[in-house]
């Protein structure tokens, strides 16, 4: 597993607003490797993963301070939760 995963440049979570946004072009290239197929596990793994960063953000899941360990566990969530491999995603936006 990377240290920056992949979905960090699909998707981002912003506090303040409460919102989670998804670049438009990171998901056609990783959709245009992958194939159409993967579109629905691309979005719903870069929703899930920013869906971590608001459970921190909200105080239901506990705040780790190293930026690594929060993007790992971040993916492990996207795993466990959504039964999604983000790390396939990795490989093509490297
Ligand atoms: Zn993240």
Redesign the pocket.
Known sequence: MGAS?A??LISEYDPAARAIRINGASLRRVVRVLGDAEYDNVVRAAVA?ELY?HEVAEGRIAALRDRRAV?RE?EHFVRVRYGIDPTRFERVLR
């Open positions: 995963p979905l960090t993963h960063h993007e971040a």
